[in-house]
T-cell receptor, first 112, second 119 residues
Framework: LAKTTQPISMDSYEGQEVNITCSHN???????ITWYQQFPSQGPRFIIQ???TKVTNEVASLFIPADRKSSTLSLPRVSLSDTAVYYC?????????????FGSGTQLTVLP | GAVVSQHPSRVICKSGTSVKIECRSL??????MFWYRQFPKQSLMLMAT?????????EQGVEKDKFLINHASLTLSTLTVTSAHPEDSSFYIC???????????????FGAGTRLSVL
């Protein structure tokens, strides 16, 4: 299983760009890197997914270096409502079963 | 699109009773559904993976006779916590993964979760 490591917590101020890095040293060739956001007492919400290089959507960017052993989620101009836990997930498929591990996540706190 | 509905959102029950939680993919067919458990201030722990029409694959340490999973159709999976006890109190979350082309590949869509409190 590809294990992920993220910072436990981060603080930021409104309007700043936030970058959260996830390490996944033993990522497999077929693995995708997916980031989720979770608010208290809610299910995680998909943010962005990538395989290599850079991916951008309307809410975030995902940077993946050539060796794919890490990835960085970039949130532009955060607001108070971005306070949440962010999870990096690396997926691995084994036959018909899918092996997934959620890491500890990063608690992002956006301050006014 | 890609909406997963989970019901109930909260349940309080007496010790010894069984509780059923439903997970439905509303606008896509879910080839695979996942059940997670989350304790306060902790990450999600995968309990089991189920594919429509076949037996669920349970993670190590998860009792299959305690947590019964049924995935009878491509849009519905249920988790039954049998003879619930206070230590089973937790936040249970389901997710679904659909067919490539219908929804994005390799992405899980999560339900809102079920808060189970066993008295």
């Amino acid at each position: 299983l590809a294990k992920t490591t993220q910072p436990i917590s981060m603080d930021s101020y409104e309007g700043q760009e936030v970058n959260i890095t996830c390490s996944h040293n033993n990522i497999a060739t077929n693995d995708y890197i997916t980031w989720y956001q979770q608010f208290p007492s809610q299910g995680p919400r998909f943010i962005i997914q990538g395989y290599k290089t850079k991916v951008t959507n309307e809410v975030a960017s995902l940077f993946i270096p050539a060796d794919r052993k890490s990835s960085t989620l970039s949130l532009p101009r955060v607001s108070l409502s971005d306070t949440a836990v962010y999870y990096c997930l690396v997926g691995e498929k084994a036959g018909s079963a899918r092996q997934l591990t959620f890491g500890s996540g990063t608690q992002l706190t956006v301050l006014p | 699109g890609a909406v997963v509905s989970q019901h109930p959102s909260r349940v309080i029950c007496k010790s010894g009773t069984s509780v059923k939680i439903e997970c439905r993919s509303l606008d896509f067919q879910a080839t695979t559904m996942f059940w997670y458990r989350q304790f306060p201030k902790q990450s999600l722990m995968l309990m089991a993976t189920s594919n429509e029409g076949s037996k669920a694959t349970y993670e190590q340490g998860v009792e299959k006779d305690k947590f019964l999973i049924n995935h009878a159709s491509l849009t519905l999976s249920t988790l039954t916590v049998t003879s619930a006890h206070p230590e089973d109190s937790s936040f249970y979350i389901c997710s679904a993964e659909g067919l490539a082309g219908a929804v994005a590949k390799n992405i899980q869509y999560f339900g809102a979760g079920t808060r189970l409190s066993v008295l």
